[in-house]
Every structure is written in C-alpha cells, then in structure tokens.
C-alpha cells in the first residue's frame, strides 16, 4: 500500500510536471503579444503588450498612453538628416495646438536598441528642448521591428549602425487607433491639425 | 516489487517525455547555414557587404500540418479568434474550419501553409524557440545554387517560376529543387515572410519626385541596386516592400531560423 501509494505521488508530481511544461511552451511570450479582449478595440496597436523604457527609465506598455491621442513617430537619435527635422516638425505640432497641446501625447519610439537607452534619449530630450508632453522609448529589436510594422514605418539597419528609415507622423486615436499618418519632413500638417483637434472635441 | 515501481516509472517518463517532444508531427530539420558576406540588393555606395553570421535554417517551409499543431496549442490563432490587426479576413481561409484543414484538402497536410500574416508566422517561430530569417539570411541561403545544375541556373530557374501562374493545388514540400545547403524549395514554391520584411526603403506613390523622395526616406537618395540585371531578386524585393504584416496571401509562407550558440 506504501507502494501504492508512493506512485500515485510520483505520478502525480511527473504529470503535474508535464503540465507546467505544456503549459509554459504554449503561452509565454505568444500569448504576452496579444492582450486580452477588454477595453482595447480590435484595430488598437495598444494590443501589442510588448514593454518599452522611457526617457525617465520607466516599463510602460502602449496601452500606459491610452487616454489622451498620441502623436507617434519612429526616429533614432544619431540620425543626422530627417529625425531632428522631423522631431521639430512635431514640436511644432505641439506649439500651433498650444494650450491643448497638453492634452496630447507626443511619443518617439527609437530603431536604435543597441544605443538609445535612456540616458541617450533623455540627452536628446534635453538638446531638442522637448517638454514633458513627449515620451522617448527604448525597446527590443522585435519589439520596434513589431511597432514598424503596426504603424507600415520601413526601416532597415546600415552596416555603420545608423538607419534607412520612412518618415511618418502618425496620429493615434485615444484607445489606439491609427487614425492619419502623414509622410514626409517639413509636410503640410493642416490635415494633421484638422484631425487633432477633431479628436480633442470628440 | 520494487523493481516494477521502479519499471513503470521510468517508462511513464519516457512515454511523457516522448509525448511532449514528438508530438503527432515530427521535428523540422534545421540546416546549418555557415557564415559569409552578402551584398544586398539595395545598399549604400561604398559599403562592405553584409556579414552573415552562421545560423540554422528550416529544411523546408512550415506544413499546414505543423501549423495545424500550433493553432491548437495556441487559441488566439484560431480563425474564429485571431486579431484583425494581427491577420487579415484572408487567413487561413482554405481550412474546413479552425482546427481542421479538412479531407478535401488532405493532399495539402504536406504542403506549405500559406494565407498566413506575419504576425502569426513569427507566433509560431517563438512558439517553436526559433525566429523568422532576416531577409539578409533569407537571401543569403537562397543564393546557393542548385545541387543539381542541369536544371538551370538559379536566376532562370527562379525566372521560370515566376513566369508560370499560380498551381491550383500547392505542391508539397521537397516538390521542387534543392540547393546546396541541402534546403528545399527556396524558390519555386512560395513566397516566404522574413523578419524585417519592410525593410526595403521605397516610395509609397512612384510618381514622387527625387527632392520629394529625399525628404519622405532618409538616405533614400544613395540606395543603388546591386545588380540591374537581377530582375528576380528585384520582384523579390518589391513583393516585400508591397506588403503589411496582417496580409495574409495565398502564395506565401515561412520557413524558421534559429541562432547558432
């Protein structure tokens, strides 16, 4: 009976084991990419659960800008040409919203994961002379390669460690929406403002 | 006694551990792809080509049978569940239903699964503990010639088969030639997702001119095309550049990738 006994325990610990194994190779990471079905519409690229840092060396997820419409544009800071024009073009977006400018989030996730850390996005925050309204993000090589691919942003990494990279503003709804995205340096951003103010109205 | 305690379990472990590896559907073989330079199609003038580190490679693309195990396992990918965002109304539309490919297909379980975004293409690579090739790897094992060269150069083998519409019924895999790797169907199958498939920097409308070009595309003006000629490796790069990560299409695949450590 101690026999007996002692292989139903041994059984049961093996099966539990196998359990736990099965269980950990089917979710994990595949199930983390896919938040569940609550607030978040269908379309929301807050879906993506992937985790960022910030300028302020802080783990947010997409869904943290939920709330407020989020101006969103890929940049990488030792870019020499478009990415300080086009983070200009936006400060600009930010200054023509004026008081409701506020009210936006301005977010600038970065290609570079092996050199923007924190501490290099919160220089670049600084010689920029962006305000707090803007969220500079690290994250992983999948995660950035994901978001390009959410937000149709081409980009590839040159042999010298700089980026080949499209130029898009995108304006996000409250819960994630893409709403407009605009291409382009020193673009005409009347529709942009257009759609901003609609979505600070609605 | 002891000694069939000490029997059953040892070959109730071995059942469990068979059971969890093997599954219904047999491990993929993965190649080792050895290191060496690959010059990019597109690329910067005065730039080395491109170090390819050693990595291991898929034998053949994924199966609707394999991926018929990963549906199971993982019901956010099941048609009736999967996101909009992350595959398209297309996906997977030639299964009998979620969890069946179905018997009118049975001449498919062999064949690579295609109608897949993605999205899902890079689930299932994670789910396995690989990764989707980059396209730079993509190529790079792609390029090898084939084993056997009566059959024609790479270039007009793969020239041929763009020519030809697509078959009715897809193939299965090994149905086509073998490279020198020892990978199957490189070309001449399907189209397969890489990783960084939006890499390629083009304009979104063809009519823009070059100032404009400048100012939509950083570095956009110094991309040259490694070789005019290469109008396959050109229609390649186009068809990549032309798709978004939920598009789910009937002539593309996948096959994985894995590190070397």
Known sequence: ?202 | MKRILIFILVFSFAYATQGQTAGSVPEKKMLTIKSGEYIPFFRLPGTDPVFIKSFLLDETAVTNAEFLEFVKANPQWRRSKVSRLMADTNYLKYWKSDLEIGEHNKELYNSPVVYISWFAAKAYAQWKGKRLPTVAEWEYAGMAPLVNSREGTLTSYVLNWYSKPNPKVLPNVRSTYRNKYGLYDMHGLIWEWTFDFNSFIKSGDSRANTEDELKLFCASSTLYVNNKSDYASFLRFSYRGSLKGNFCIANLGFRCAKDIN
């Open chain 1, 1 to 202: 009976m101690k026999k007996f006994f002692l292989l139903t325990v041994i059984g049961s610990i093996l099966f539990t084991a196998c359990n736990n194994n099965s269980k950990s190779a089917f979710t994990g990471e595949i199930e983390s990419n896919v938040a569940p079905v609550g607030t978040i519409p269908e379309q929301s690229i807050y879906n993506l659960t992937d985790t960022f840092t910030t300028d302020q060396n802080q783990t947010v997820r997409l869904s943290d800008f939920a709330g407020k419409p989020t101006v969103m544009v890929m940049i990488f800071t030792h870019c020499d040409y478009a990415c300080p024009r086009l983070t200009a073009d936006v400060k600009e977006l930010e200054e023509k919203l004026g008081k409701n400018g506020d009210k936006v989030n301005f977010v600038l996730p970065s290609f570079d994961s092996e050199r923007d850390f924190p501490k290099q996005l919160a220089k670049y925050k600084h010689d920029m002379k962006l305000d707090d309204n803007f969220t500079l993000l690290h994250g992983s090589d999948d995660a950035m390669r994901t978001l390009s691919v959410l937000l149709n942003v081409q980009y590839q990494k040159n042999q010298d460690g700089n980026f080949s990279h499209s130029n898009v503003i995108s304006v996000l709804d409250a819960s994630g929406n893409l709403i407009f995205q605009k291409e382009g340096i020193q673009a005409n951003h009347e529709e942009t403002m257009k759609k901003l103010n609609e979505l600070l109205k609605g």
